[in-house]
């Protein structure tokens, strides 16, 4: 069993930044990926942004050049940095994580994000 938790969500005003972190852990094979997922209400769940083993990266359009994802390998944490923040990033961020050879996908239980106009 993976465990993620996410912290750093909060109220901020539009033009705002806001820094999300995760920390993984239990039983961890290779990972693979990690990344930050986003719902808004009555959204479906979309992809933020994702970092894979070898550094790649990659975001959602509406979030290229204002979010940068990072991740720790050696302490199995992922961040985002979040600047420049609009109302419509408003969402519950989920933390992700794919692990082992099978490709195991675990959730965090998810960070709220309001940004007030």
């Known amino acids: 069993q993976v465990q993620l938790v996410e912290s750093g969500g909060g109220l901020v005003q539009a033009g705002g930044s806001l820094t999300l972190s995760c920390a993984a852990s239990?039983?961890?094979?290779?990972?693979?990926?990690m990344g930050w997922y986003r719902q808004a209400p009555g959204k479906q769940r979309e992809l933020v942004a994702r970092i894979e083993r070898g550094e790649e990266t990659n975001y959602a359009d509406s979030v290229k050049g204002r979010f940068t994802i990072s991740r720790d390998n050696a302490k199995n944490t992922v961040s985002l940095q979040m600047n420049s923040l609009q109302p419509a990033d408003t969402a519950v961020y989920y933390c992700?994580?794919?692990?082992?050879?099978?490709?195991?996908?675990?959730w965090g239980r998810g960070t709220q994000v309001t940004v007030s106009s």
């Open positions: 992700t994580l794919n692990d082992g050879t099978g490709g195991r996908h675990s």
């Open positions: 239990g039983i961890i094979f290779r990972i693979n990926a």
